[in-house]
């Protein structure tokens, strides 16, 4: 059957009521947008704490996340999450230690920190060669994911083929983008987190009580679900424990380079808390978006995986109910958008809402982060110095609409969210260490991120290779399949030390005038500092204290509480109330603790 001939006029009227508002809103603040490249890309550093936690979560809320976690839950059980969700640690280390240090910087880009950090030629073309490798490169290749959960969408729920929904996704997307800047965004991105959140949980609440599902005890009792329900995979499969829970945890959240999950803080993330008024409001809403990102939002998406295994046991069952989808496109990620085929008129409109507001959330601070990379970090630096506020602005628009073109045809090319992921996940593997130390050692140098960056990069390219893959990994290979990641980090990390030794250290001059200006402190800096001292020259505000001990304290605490409220949740909706109650107590007593821990590190939330 045609999910197009189920949506109803009122179904339309909710989701034409939402594009209205969100172009209406960007049309409302395009103006002030384009006075100036600070306006277009930070609103002018003015932004409070809530808002930008809100738009860091609405941002985060991709079309392609739901679509990821069914494929996720689908092959690997709903402990397969550890993916990402140990990512929770590299968020609350941004939280507690790097967002002040982000904001004393007082950059425009995470990228202007290079010739903060960093001096001479290789710090200028550090800082040219990642405006093109993350603003354009990896910024394309995330969109892409995004774009390519939203023609599955378009697909299974109103029919279209993949061109269509690449061109009215698109253009409506980018004209947001173009005109309404950054501002524009978090503006809508308050109402899309509101929209997308109610469209998920309602979708959840009635998938699961579809009567063919029966309610969540039978779900959880179904044979195709009972053995993907556990939150920990399982202690007897080595492999499993090892891939699935001991990689993410030990390795992977320091090690891996992930659009906005970054070690010690980046990207979008970064862009935001530029923007904030202050320290405190940076730190706040970092907090807070790590808060909403785990504790709430994954369990709605878990649920209707599961249920889907009901419903659409394998991928011969989806592709029967839709054979329009192509083969190129077949794959568990459709198991989401395919549930939502099912959902009454009104909440079919609320949910195709949502749906599209996450679309645009992500695309539209996509845009605006890469374009901001393509602005300032290299036309500004390297075309144009004297360029105008104005000609920055229309150099802003125009690189928004190339971005969006790249990336609506590489999603063209790709099958599922899953195959990206990965893709992402290897390719920056062994270069987050860097990005952790080189805040607090002074030895790091342009040369060791350019070898990490280089070295990644090059060996993922290289064991996507198949048969040098194979004789590597797995059954026939020198090493199991889990030891690629591994693998990848360590000879990475090796190279980018080896680097870091033997070229150059950054001229004292250099070195001193960052510690002077961000006062990282801590024992990586000791040389320097006493060096300085030597020569009678003032670098330490002896008004600033080091933190950082009492940071990654928070850190753990925070780490605690979270989980401890995500899988509270989840054990209350198995109804296995002998686990949720003790969590629930933990997740008081080390959110209690992380009180007391937080007024030492002397922050306040205004």
Request: net charge positive; proline share 4%.
């Amino acid at each position: 059957m045609n999910c197009l001939m189920q949506i109803s006029t009122l179904d339309w009227l909710i989701i034409f009521l939402f594009f209205a508002i969100s172009l209406g809103i960007g049309i409302y603040v395009s103006k002030a947008s384009g006075k100036s490249a600070n306006e277009y890309f930070l609103s002018g550093r003015s932004m409070p704490w809530w808002l930008l936690g809100l738009s860091m979560v609405a941002t985060t809320f991709s079309t392609d996340t739901p679509n990821l976690v069914t494929d996720i839950v689908r092959t690997n059980g709903v402990s397969g999450n550890w993916v990402w969700w140990a990512f929770l640690i590299t968020g609350l280390l941004t939280v507690f230690v790097y967002a002040k240090l982000w904001r004393k910087s007082n950059v425009s880009t995470d990228l202007e920190f290079y010739e903060l950090r960093y001096g001479g030629r290789p710090a200028r073309f550090l800082r040219k060669f990642r405006a093109i490798y993350l603003g354009i490169i990896f910024n394309v290749i995330t969109m892409s994911a995004v774009t390519l959960a939203a023609i599955k969408i378009g697909g299974i729920m109103l029919g279209l083929e993949p061109w269509q929904t690449v061109i009215t996704a698109g253009l409506v997307t980018v004209t947001f983008s173009a005109i309404g800047g950054f501002k524009g965004v978090v503006y809508t991105d308050v109402i899309l987190f509101f929209v997308a959140m109610a469209g998920a949980i309602g979708a959840a609440v009635y998938l699961v009580n579809l009567p063919e599902v029966g309610g969540i005890e039978s779900l959880l009792a179904n044979k195709n679900v009972v053995d993907k329900i556990s939150i920990l995979p399982n202690f007897r499969d080595r492999e499993a424990l090892i891939a699935l829970l001991i990689i993410p945890l030990a390795v992977q959240w320091w090690s891996s380079w992930y659009p906005g999950a970054e070690p010690g803080g980046g990207g979008y993330i970064a862009q935001r808390m530029f923007a904030a008024k202050d320290e405190n409001h940076a730190i706040g809403a970092t907090f807070f978006f790590n808060i909403m990102h785990y504790a709430l939002r994954p369990w709605p998406w878990i649920l209707v995986a599961l249920a889907s295994l009901v419903v659409f046991p394998d991928l011969e069952s989806i592709q029967q109910a839709f054979p329009n989808i192509t083969s190129d496109k077949l794959g568990n990620d459709l198991a989401y958008p395919a549930m939502l085929t099912k959902l009454p008129t009104g909440l079919l409109g609320l949910v195709l809402a949502s749906l599209i507001s996450a679309y645009m959330s992500t695309i539209s601070t996509q845009l605006n982060w890469g374009s901001s990379y393509i602005v300032y970090d290299f036309y500004q630096t390297q075309i144009n110095p004297q360029a105008s506020q104005k000609r920055l602005v229309a150099v802003g628009r125009l690189s928004t609409v190339l971005l969006m073109v790249l990336s609506a045809l590489l999603a063209l090319l790709l099958q599922n969210a899953m195959q990206l992921f990965n893709l992402l996940l290897v390719f920056g593997a062994g270069t987050g260490l860097i990005f952790i130390l080189r805040w607090f050692w002074w030895r790091i140098n342009a040369w060791s991120e350019i070898t990490a960056m280089v070295a990644s990069g090059l060996i993922s390219l290289i064991l996507t290779i198949p048969s040098i893959k194979a004789s590597l990994f797995g059954a026939d290979g020198l090493m199991p399949g889990w030891g690629e990641f591994p693998f990848v980090v360590a000879v990475t990390t090796t190279l980018w030390l080896v680097a870091t030794f033997i070229t150059p250290s950054e001229e004292a001059s250099v070195l001193r005038s960052f510690y002077k200006k961000i006062q990282p402190g801590g024992p990586g800096w000791e040389k320097i500092v006493e060096a300085a001292k030597k020569e009678d020259v003032q670098i330490v505000d002896e008004n600033e204290g080091w933190t950082v001990p009492s940071g990654i304290l928070a850190m753990l605490l925070g780490c605690t509480m979270i989980y401890s409220i995500m899988f509270c949740t989840g054990y209350f909706i198995y109804g296995n109330f002998k686990l949720a109650l003790p969590l629930l107590g933990l997740a008081i007593v080390s959110g209690f603790l992380l009180v007391k821990i937080w007024k030492k590190i002397k922050v306040i939330i205004l």
